[in-house]
């Protein structure tokens, strides 16, 4: 049965040498459990330009790279086959804590598939991650990231 693909997830390549020297690249993909909210920035700057008279002169604009804020959920319960979500394993919330600082430490590119649309590359420049009382078996989790522009 296939994985049903939640709201958000982020694929990156890991690159990897055999024992015979070959390299190769895998793909990694973190699915999450849940998303509680998604945050989307596109923002430019206007160039401006003082004069003698007092004013800006304006003739164009700096385009910022876009942003993207995800929080979600990720949990130790193992999930029913029902639920087509990603099983993780028992220590789930250790695994992609883990994973996702090193996206950040390692300024990793990575794809990321929302329901507003894919961005791609993105470097996640924060990952903060929060276990409440109650919540002992699960984490929320924000990742802050740019995409980055190549030419």
Do not use: W
């Amino acid at each position: 049965m296939p994985i049903k693909k939640v709201p958000a997830s982020i694929a990156y390549d890991i690159a990897s040498t055999d024992a015979e020297g070959i390299e190769t690249t895998e793909t990694q993909l973190i699915d999450f459990h849940a998303i509680v909210s998604e945050d989307h920035e596109a923002s430019a700057t206007v160039a401006k330009y003082p004069v003698q008279t007092g004013l800006h002169i304006s003739n164009h604009s700096i385009r910022k790279n876009r942003s993207i804020k995800l929080v979600g959920l990720i949990t130790n319960v193992q999930l029913t086959s029902a639920t087509n979500f990603r099983d993780y394993g028992l220590d789930a919330v250790s695994l992609v804590k883990e994973a996702l600082t090193a996206l950040v430490n390692n300024g990793t590119e990575c794809k990321v598939t929302t329901n507003a649309g894919i961005y791609n590359p993105v470097v996640f420049t924060r990952f903060n991650t929060v276990q409440k009382a109650g919540m002992m078996n699960s984490a929320e989790f924000t990742m802050i990231g740019e995409e980055v522009v190549k030419i």
